[in-house]
Nanobody, 128 residues
């Protein structure tokens, strides 16, 4: 019954930085991997980044490697996505999600169907 709420979206110029946050309503989300997805107008929701339940490992889609960093603070029940060197093509609604096998350390889910809980999203707009 965990609920996720994203925040921190906004308007930023190309080359700038932004950090979006995802707050969980319950401590039970700590056992799951956390993922970030984004959906641009007219496009399918796509995977961006994921972090394991313990925060020990992370995985990124090629287009954001070296620019984005996902992290989590299980004490605060919050997951973050730090976005640097933003490009106009990063413009989208960003969603956080929780899912995968509990306490799994060998695989990070990258598909929407592998996640069970979703936030409502936060808009990120990058101007050129």
């Amino acid at each position: 019954q965990v609920q996720l709420v994203e925040s921190g979206g906004g308007l930023v110029q190309a080359g700038g930085s932004l950090r979006v946050s995802c707050a969980a309503s319950e401590r039970t989300f700590r056992r799951y991997a956390m993922g970030w997805f984004r959906q641009a107008p007219g496009k399918e929701r796509e995977f961006v980044a994921a972090i394991s339940w313990s925060g020990a490992t992370a995985y990124y889609v090629d287009s954001v490697k070296g620019r984005f960093t996902v992290s989590r603070d299980n004490i605060k029940n919050t997951v973050y996505l730090q976005m640097n060197s933003l490009k106009p093509e990063d413009t989208a609604v960003y969603y956080c999600a929780a899912g995968g096998m509990p306490y799994n350390s060998s695989y990070l889910p990258t598909h929407t169907h592998e996640y069970d809980y979703w936030g409502q999203g936060t808009q990120v707009t990058v101007s050129s």
